[in-house]
């Protein structure tokens, strides 16, 4: 357990926005929507998560706030953006990103928070918790997949 697991959520929430000036303008406009659509299903799926005690947070930067919330608004937000820039257009390269990321938290990173008093999973095993993320992954390709036809249609003025 660590002294100011506060204090780590916020890194865990302000980190990630150091690498955004890095991404390009360009490129968050690009993708920044599909990154908001998922931070935003993800949003509504902790809300189930809580209900149903598929996992727990310990701790939360704010009384009211969700447990998830410098998860969302930190590293996937930004982690969404950096993950479409590199790989988007390449469905396997797309795939294998995200299975090496959702890897990288559902071990390491998971069992970091757990350490810290933050985190854990309750009635969920890792590797429903990975199914899960592999959906969402294929929802945000779907979604970006989708919305580029869409703006492809309409003329530029």
């Known amino acids: 357990m660590t ?12 980190v990630p926005w150091l690498s955004a000036p890095f991404l390009g303008k360009e490129n968050i406009k690009r993708y920044g929507l599909a990154s908001l659509f998922i931070c ?3 949003r509504l799926e902790s809300i189930v998560a809580e209900k149903r005690k598929w996992w727990w947070f310990y701790e939360r930067m704010f009384p009211k706030a969700n447990g998830e919330t410098p998860l969302i608004w930190g590293q996937f937000l930004i982690g969404t953006i950096w993950i479409l820039k590199f790989s988007y ?3 396997s390269k797309y795939l294998v990103t995200n299975f090496v990321m959702d ?6 990173f998971s069992n970091f928070l757990k350490k810290h008093g933050i985190f ?9 918790v990975y199914s ?3 959906l969402k992954s294929l929802l ?13 249609k309409t003329p530029i003025e």
């Open 3 to 14: 002294k100011h697991p506060r204090l780590l959520l916020w890194l865990i929430l302000l």
């Open 89 to 91: 257009g390449n469905f």
């Open 140 to 152: 945000i390709y779907g979604f970006q997949l989708a919305q580029e036809a869409i703006t492809k």
């Open 40 to 42: 935003l299903f993800i």
């Open 132 to 134: 899960v993320f592999l």
């Open 103 to 108: 890897l990288f938290f559902i071990y390491p």
């Open 120 to 128: 854990s999973y309750v009635r969920l095993n890792r590797f429903q």
